[in-house]
T-cell receptor, first 116, second 111 residues
Framework: GAVVSQHPSWVICKSGTSVKIECRSLDFQATTMFWYRQFPKQSLMLMATSNEGSKATYEQGVEKDKFLINHASLTLSTLTVTSAHPEDSSFYIC????????????FGPGTRLTVT | DAKTTQPPSMDCAEGRAANLPCNHSTISGNEYVYWYRQIHSQGPQYIIHGLKNNETNEMASLIITEDRKSSTLILPHATLRDTAVYYCIVRVAGTASKLTFGTGTRLQVTL
């Protein structure tokens, strides 16, 4: 149980275009999902916290107009990177937190974004 | 959440026990110690967590010192597939607190 999927697993896009990444909790409901970014040889950096039915909370230094987050249901959150630039190339990882009990977080497999 | 300190890298021979230390000297009484690992180009994987008693599961053992200021994750028989970055995180369990990742320990298991 407690599986989180991401789609796509990798994507290549051109500068100036937008790309959407989906995060789904497959066998549990998650009122909260998190989006992380990881550059090569660095640790995971939390970008934003996404609560179902409300606006996401962004960490300091993360542009909310560039990284659009939608959390429309208890099992789906999306991250849209708008007007992508090569410096947005990174590994994007989502996680979903259970809504009751231990509030444990389960991570998706990540999405590799390359902007050319 | 309390900060943690881990060595940046460690090596371990396959079949041997891997002992990964973590210092968390400012841990609060209600904070748990969590361990995750990240194999290259994958999402983090939960390993184990504990409050003050030693814990064991099918993946690893967690030894927490009596003063709770440090802990050790033990992989009893490391394999090549255990090569990963291991993260020690302290947080209050059962709450909505965020997971904050430090730099972790890169464990290299060798033949």
């Amino acid at each position: 149980g407690a599986v989180v999927s991401q789609h796509p697993s990798w994507v290549i896009c051109k500068s100036g275009t937008s790309v959407k990444i989906e995060c789904r909790s497959l066998d549990f409901q998650a009122t909260t999902m998190f989006w992380y970014r990881q550059f090569p040889k660095q640790s995971l950096m939390l970008m934003a916290t996404s609560n179902e039915g409300s606006k996401a909370t962004y960490e300091q230094g993360v542009e909310k107009d560039k990284f659009l987050i939608n959390h429309a249901s208890l099992t789906l959150s999306t991250l849209t990177v708008t007007s992508a630039h090569p410096e947005d190339s990174s590994f994007y990882i989502c996680s979903a937190r259970t809504i009751k009990g231990s509030y444990e977080q389960y991570f998706g497999p990540g999405t590799r974004l390359t902007v050319t | 959440d309390a900060k943690t300190t881990q060595p940046p890298s460690m090596d371990c021979a396959e079949g041997r026990a891997a002992n990964l230390p973590c210092n968390h000297s400012t841990i609060s009484g209600n904070e748990y110690v969590y361990w995750y690992r990240q194999i290259h180009s994958q999402g983090p994987q939960y390993i184990i967590h504990g409050l003050k008693n030693n814990e064991t599961n099918e993946m690893a053992s967690l030894i927490i010192t009596e003063d709770r200021k440090s802990s050790t994750l033990i992989l009893p028989h490391a394999t090549l597939r255990d090569t990963a970055v291991y993260y020690c995180i302290v947080r209050v369990a059962g709450t909505a607190s965020k997971l904050t990742f430090g730099t972790g320990t890169r464990l290299q298991v060798t033949l």
